[in-house]
């Protein structure tokens, strides 16, 4: 695996995308309804964002 630049800031957001996933995960519905497509692939799509960046970083 190549070595990041600035690995601090890869981390830093990674857990800010975390905090989004979570926020959008608790958040009202009437909040999130104007994102287009099934919850159920918002859901899975944004895990596999998190899974793939992730396993980018360690």
């Known amino acids: 695996m ?3 630049r ?6 830093i957001l990674g857990w800010m995308l975390v905090g989004g996933v979570i926020f959008g995960s608790v958040a009202p519905g009437s ?9 159920e692939f918002q859901h899975s799509g944004s895990y596999f964002l998190l899974t793939v960046w992730f396993a980018g970083l360690y």
């Open 6 to 11: 600035y690995p601090w800031l890869w981390r």
């Open 2 to 4: 190549l070595p990041l």
């Open 31 to 39: 909040w999130i309804r104007g994102v287009p497509g099934p919850d």
